[in-house]
């Protein structure tokens, strides 16, 4: 009987700590925003996708400095996964031209005819 009492007070006293302070919530939301929304929105209204990117290209130095530094962040993250999927090139012994061996009659199997 003692569980289930302090089991239905954790039930009814969970969701009125939520109620009172929401405000710790809604700041980490916050810090991990883009700091460069607004100024987007101001800078470049309407402007979407490539565009925006080029219109805040455009606008670098009215920005701020955590918008620029956002910016860079996000540049060399792109690069940086761009390299890592990068294909390799092909071993110099899996090169496209046929070898000695497959140009002769019987190709590379060794096989006469």
């Known amino acids: ?6 089991l239905a007070l954790v039930a009814f006293l969970l969701p009125a700590v939520a109620i009172l302070f929401p405000a710790t919530v809604s700041t980490v939301a916050v ?14 209204e309407g402007a ?3 565009s925006a990117r080029d219109c805040m290209n455009r606008h670098k130095d009215e920005l701020s400095a955590e918008c620029t530094a956002y910016q860079d962040k996000k ?5 940086a996964e761009k390299k890592k999927n990068k294909p390799t090139e092909p071993a110099a012994s899996q090169s496209e031209t046929p070898s000695e061996q497959e140009m002769m009659p ?6 006469s005819e």
């Open 48 to 50: 979407k996708g490539v």
């Open 31 to 44: 810090a991990t925003d883009n700091p460069c929304k607004q100024e987007r929105k101001k800078l470049c």
């Open 1 to 6: 009987m003692k569980h289930l009492v302090t």
């Open 75 to 79: 540049k060399a993250d792109w690069e």
């Open 106 to 111: 019987g190709g590379s199997d060794g096989a």
